[in-house]
């Protein structure tokens, strides 16, 4: 089996378990082990966009010295927000010989000094170049029945252009990966717009307003359900349906996956009891068979 | 000091340039240094030397130290070399004896320390004292000038132009690639800011060009081949097959009415409906014959058909018509080439070409156009409904240069107040709103135009470009920011116009490869001084008019084009001119006749004599370019004033 | 002691590479002064010989300038001169030259940001490659 050093962060590890216990698992399907780093910290997540301020960009490096010492050159990640974060601090030690000295000086605690040398991948786009949609769409177990689905992308994965995984005005990545399992799609204009990102913590009904105009808006168009491939956009897009249902009561809630755990449920992997848990919106109810 | 081996008496001039050399260049130090020279005979420095009083100096000290060269250390040589080198033959010195030491461009201005800066103009001034030094008199290669010109492209530019010049009684070439002249304005409905019908003022120009003795007119031709220089181009020309026996055929339309192929897209509607596939482009073209597009008949296609030759009264078909080729010679070529819009297809936040209801401004003029696919009435392409809320979307793909152009377009906040406000013409309940960044209505009458739409006609004005358009059932919603109130707006609008960046015109890339002339980093051709070369183009004998050079609007295309046509009269009206004397050499004692040279020449110019097997120059034909001199291996070939001895020294200089 | 700074040639052509100094220097644009231009008709008048001759005489890097592929006033000048460095940059190796020493750039009329970059560049490439070996040295041996 061919092992990929994985790091995981903060989220999959608590309050979307569920995310990553359904990628480990449909990556096995493929032969491919997803190997926890033995140490990991935050990844420097919302960094500073400020030229000056290279010290945010310590924990991510720091990360990357952890796959270094794990003897690797790459490093997968499941999280879109860990994956920008990773993505960008690595270019810009790549790019800049300066300011990797000053961030390696700044850790000559650390055995290994960082050469800017580990890939950072993500799983989405991995599925699509390395594996393949159109070998998923082989090993189907569970068809998605033509159910339809609304893709909803989120910010992190498309933007900044230096790291965007697809298309970032018209993806069709998750439409693609969608369509490889046997689901339908439907187009959106809200699939690449902001659901409310981390005013969720202090001003929960800026979410509650993102939240309805997206699953309306998906709704309108037909969508049973919504995939999203940013763990933050699940939340907000899910939990935040129970406040919105309070505010508004002609609300419909929807249910919101994210991709591994569709992509879980094609190859025919359970979809655990504690998966189903952890979701606001009974994820199961729009599954036919 | 160094002792005087030659005869030599150069004075060497260093220009303060104001402050513009001198605060970086110590131009004393430059006198001092040079004075040292044995060869030197007189060195000086002052503030303005191409003004009167600088120019008098250098005259004077010409003639009182009886120079025989001379270095002018000031700016660079595509400014002043003709006027120092003027200077010098009016003060009884050969112009070629006089050579600019470039300061400022290549030193005053690329370097902050006077010191580091003085060093290297140093440098730059020996190597021209060392160039100067072995430089020769030479007189320019006389050469007459063939009186007719070239235009390229027949929009309203080349129009202009070819008419001015042979409205002055020479002859003109005009070769338009489109079957019929006319260009983008045939496509207008009415002009801005005084809303006069574009056709109306446009065809009797039209006819004017077809009528006018002077002018030989190709349409559906392009140009294959350029070759030669000022004066004296020789032009191939490609008149493409119509498959139509342009003598016989009377332009009556039957067989475009019969023709049964009619899915091709219409180019002058622009693509909004369907035409033939034999074609007249619109009704008032010119010339009035049709064109098989051979893409779209069945003829050629299938094998099929041929109802245009059963139907044709005067017998006009030849579907065994070739291209044909025309060679001319002509002493003037002017590029009119154009512009299109950028395409759709590329906006990705307006839907990348995929809504029927989001068009050009263009589409929108044959919308609005009495002679379009509407008759003038407003309806949109899917399903020619009426539109009610309409939105003008300026700057799609301009000021933007993360994702597009980063220039202005500069006509389109203009065009999109007319649209705005014909469109109020013809559909008075209806609402139009223009999002835009800026309004730049500079021009006379523009701005009172602009004030009209928005006081006058109630067209809504919102200052923030729009994010997204997507279709929600029948109506595109568009999602834009007043900017001015910070209010987010979303409008659920029937049509949607967009005002896309204006790009040169489609393939010119393959014709300016052609012409040999240069353009900007967006393909728009490069005039040879920004400010007073304007339609000018770097190779001398090529100008420009129109949009090919920037985008433009149709007043200032016509006074563009009539200053090219000017500019063309200009260089027609004299009998010879003089070409440029750096011309390759060769000694006779050392040829031994390899014909190496006879390949590198790209112009024909080196050829063998055959009684004394030596290789020899037409001095006529050569271009100055050196490429025969430095691939000679016995170093016979030299180029005047250029010559290996001279690069000795010049390398030399540099690295004392 | 002072740093060392490089003695550069530009052979740049008339039409474009000059014009695009000239840009540059309009624009206020800055690099090091360690290139001097030599202002040729076209790239392709450039010899060999003038190279190697100034290699000889202890020029640390040369800069060739030309029209972009297709864009030579003269037609094909461009052409000639890249077919010649490519071949020069060869013999230069076994002359024990570093041939990264001689560099040929397209640089057009318009593009004075880059003539700026390529000098800076270059020089930089000099000063870390160091001054050019003396006569029958071989380059990177003490």
Redesign the interface.
């Known amino acids: 089996m061919k092992k990929i050093a994985y790091y995981p962060g903060c989220t999959l590890k608590t309050t979307a378990a569920n995310f990553e216990e359904s990628a480990i698992e449909s990556m096995k399907k493929f032969d491919i082990e997803l190997e926890e780093l033995d140490r990991w910290n935050c990844c420097g997540t919302v960094f500073s966009l400020a030229t000056d301020d290279l010290m945010h960009h310590i924990a991510a490096i720091r990360n990357l010295i952890r796959v270094k010492e794990e003897k690797s050159n790459q490093v997968m990640t499941l999280c879109a927000m860990c994956y920008n974060t990773l993505k960008r601090s690595n270019q810009r030690v790549k790019s800049n010989q300066e300011d990797l000295d000053k961030i390696n000086d700044f850790m000559y605690k650390e055995d290994l000094n960082y050469n800017a040398d580990v890939d950072v991948l993500h799983l989405l786009p991995y599925l699509r170049d390395e594996i393949t949609f159109s070998k998923i769409a082989k090993r189907v177990k569970k068809s998605l029945n033509d159910i339809k689905f609304s893709a909803f992308y989120g910010c992190t994965l498309l933007r900044p252009k230096e790291i965007q995984i697809d298309d970032p005005f018209m993806p069709t990545i998750l439409e693609n990966l969608i369509t490889a399992l046997g689901g339908e799609t439907v187009e959106t204009p809200y699939a690449i717009e902001c659901c409310g990102a981390y005013q969720t913590v202090n001003q929960v009904d800026v979410v509650v307003e993102r939240t309805k105009v997206i699953i309306d808006g998906a709704r309108n168009q037909g969508a049973e359900a919504i995939v999203t491939s940013c763990p933050l956009c699940a939340f907000n897009l899910d939990h935040r349906q129970k406040e919105t249902k309070k505010k508004y009561s002609k609300f419909i809630e929807m249910p919101v996956f994210y991709f591994t755990e569709l992509l879980a449920y094609g190859l025919g992997i359970e979809f655990k009891k504690e998966w189903k848990d952890l979701h606001y919106v009974d994820p199961l109810s729009i599954f036919k068979n | 000091m160094t002792e005087n081996k030659n005869d030599k008496k150069i004075g060497v001039f260093v220009c303060h340039c104001g402050i513009n050399i001198a605060s970086t260049v110590d131009v004393d130090k430059l006198v001092e240094e040079f004075s040292k020279y044995s060869d030197v005979s007189h060195t000086e420095n002052y503030k303005y030397m191409c003004s009167d009083p600088g120019q008098k100096l250098i005259s004077a000290a010409i003639k009182k130290h009886k120079l025989n060269g001379l270095v002018i250390a000031c700016c ?3 400014l002043h070399e003709n006027t120092f080198r003027r200077l010098s033959e009016n003060s009884g010195l050969n112009a070629y004896l006089c050579e600019i030491a ?1 300061i ?4 005053s ?5 006077k010191t ?2 003085t ?2 103009a140093i ?2 001034v020996k ?1 021209i004292v060392e160039k100067v030094r072995k430089n020769e008199s030479l007189t320019p290669v006389e050469v007459p000038v063939t009186k007719k010109a070239l235009v390229i492209g027949a929009g309203i530019a080349g129009m202009q132009a070819a008419l001015d010049i042979a409205d002055a009684g020479k002859k003109v070439i005009l070769v338009e690639k489109s079957p019929s002249i006319g260009g983008h304005m045939a496509q207008l409905s009415e002009t801005f800011p005084t809303l006069d019908c574009s056709q109306c003022i446009l065809t009797p120009k039209m006819v004017d060009v077809a009528q006018n003795p002077n002018i030989t007119l190709y349409t559906y031709s392009e140009i294959e081949d350029l070759e030669g220089c000022v004066g004296n181009f020789k032009v191939k020309i490609r008149k493409k097959a119509r498959y139509i026996d342009e003598e016989l055929c009377t332009g009556c339309g039957i067989c475009v009415n019969k023709c049964p192929s009619k899915k091709a897209l219409d180019e002058f509607n622009v693509e909004l409906t369907t035409r033939p596939a034999i074609y007249v482009p619109f009704p008032q073209a010119v010339p009035n014959i049709p064109v098989i597009d051979k893409e779209n008949c069945l003829f050629f296609q299938k094998d099929a058909c041929r109802i245009c030759e059963k139907v044709c009264g005067p017998k006009a078909i030849r579907f065994d018509q070739e291209d044909e080729f025309i060679e001319e010679e002509v002493g003037a070529i002017v590029v009119a080439t154009g512009y299109d819009l950028l395409p759709i297809t590329e906006m ?2 307006y839907g ?1 070409g995929k809504y029927k209801d989001v068009i050009n401004g263009l589409q929108f003029e044959r919308l609005l156009s009495a002679s379009g696919p509407t008759e003038g009435e407003v309806r949109r392409p899917s399903d020619s409904k009426i539109p009610k809320d309409v939105v003008f979307i300026q700057c799609s793909g301009s000021r933007n240069p993360e994702y597009y152009k980063s220039y202005c377009s500069k006509i389109c906040c203009m065009y999109a107040s007319k649209h705005a406000m014909l469109y109020k013409h013809r559909v008075p309940d209806g609402h139009s709103y223009i999002f835009y960044i800026d309004i730049r209505s500079g021009g006379k009458g523009y701005e009172e135009f602009v004030q009209r739409a928005q006081e006058e006609e109630n067209v809504v004005y919102l200052r923030g470009r729009p994010a ?1 358009v ?1 279709q ?1 059932g029948d109506k595109m ?1 568009v ?1 834009g920011v007043d900017t001015l109130s910070g209010q987010q707006i979303t409008i659920k609008a029937d049509l949607v116009v967009l005002a896309q960046a204006i790009i040169p015109r489609n393939g010119v890339e393959e014709l300016i ?1 052609k012409l ?1 002339i ?4 967006h393909g728009f051709l ?1 005039e040879a001084h920004p400010k007073l070369r304007p339609v000018e183009t ?2 001398s004998g090529i100008f420009l008019a129109g949009c090919a050079q920037a985008p433009r609007d149709i007043p200032e295309t016509v006074a563009q084009a009539s200053g090219s046509a000017a500019k063309a009269l200009t260089l027609l009206s004299i009998d010879k001119i003089h070409h440029l004397p ?1 011309v390759a050499t060769v000694d006779e004692d050392l040829c031994s006749g390899c014909e190496i040279c006879i390949g ?1 020449c ?1 112009y024909s110019a080196r050829e063998i004599d055959e009684e004394k097997k030596i290789a020899i120059v037409n001095e006529v034909l050569c ?5 025969c ?3 000679c291996p016995s170093s016979a070939s030299q ?1 005047k004033n ?1 010559t ?1 001895g001279q ?2 020294e ?3 200089a ?2 004392e | 002691m002072s740093e060392f700074e490089p003695k550069i040639i530009c052979f740049f052509c008339k039409w474009c590479t000059s014009a695009g100094a000239d840009l540059a220097g309009t624009s206020r644009m800055k690099y090091p002064p360690n290139g001097v231009v030599i202002r040729t008709l076209c790239s392709s008048r450039v010899d060999a010989e003038h190279i190697l001759l100034a290699f000889q005489k202890g020029s640390d890097g040369i800069l060739i300038g030309g029209c972009h592929p297709g864009d030579c006033h003269y037609q094909t000048g461009n052409y000639k001169t890249r077919r010649k460095m490519l071949l020069l940059r060869k013999y230069l190796e076994q002359m024990g030259i570093n041939p990264e020493r001689l560099r040929l750039e397209w640089i057009s009329a318009s593009e004075g940001k880059k003539l700026a970059k390529t000098m800076t560049e270059f020089t930089e490439q000099i000063k870390s490659l160091g001054p050019i070996p003396k006569f029958g040295e071989k380059e990177g041996e003490e």
Not at chain 2, 518 to 521: F, S, V
Not at chain 2, 623 to 627: D, I, L, Q, R, Y
């Open positions: 660079s040589p595509t470039n400022r461009e290549q030193c201005w690329v370097h902050e320390d580091e800066g060093k290297k440098k730059i190597t990705r936040e990348y997204k997507y929600e919603v999602w490869k040999k240069q353009t900007d980093e490069s770097n190779t750096i590198t790209p271009e100055g370019c050196g490429s001199v430095s691939a180029q250029f290996d690069f000795e010049m390398i030399k540099i690295l």
